[in-house]
């Protein structure tokens, strides 16, 4: 997996990601979308994490993929991410700490 990070003298910056699949992932995402609409949150950035989504989301099951500029800052270390882009309702996760450790 290879990410593009920001510019050092004019270059990008490459950075080498692992990622290991958990066993039995395909199945379950295979199983669970022929009931339910599958939504995929992630607070990683969509030019990083779409690569990911792309490798475990080859038959696009997933109905919407939010990254984290689909969260609303709630105080300093929480966050949370809001929508009613889907069609059967609103939903709303909260997460206690902060998305970006800078």
């Given at each position: 997996m290879v990410e593009q990070g920001e510019e050092c003298e004019g270059k990008?910056?490459?950075?080498l990601v692992t990622v290991f699949e958990r066993p039995g992932l395909l199945?379950?995402?295979?199983?669970?979308?022929?009931f339910s609409d599958l939504v995929m949150f992630t607070a990683g950035l969509e030019g990083y994490a779409k690569q990911l989504v792309d490798r475990i989301d080859m038959d696009n099951?997933?109905?919407?993929?939010?990254y984290r500029p689909s969260t609303v800052s709630t105080s300093g270390t929480s966050n949370a991410i809001c929508?009613?882009?889907?069609?059967?309702?609103?939903?709303?996760?909260?997460?206690?700490r902060p998305l970006s450790r800078k």
């Open positions: 990008p910056k490459i950075n199945e379950f995402l295979k199983q669970i979308g022929e099951q997933f109905k919407l993929l939010l929508t009613n882009r889907m069609q059967h309702g609103v939903f709303c996760i909260t997460s206690g």
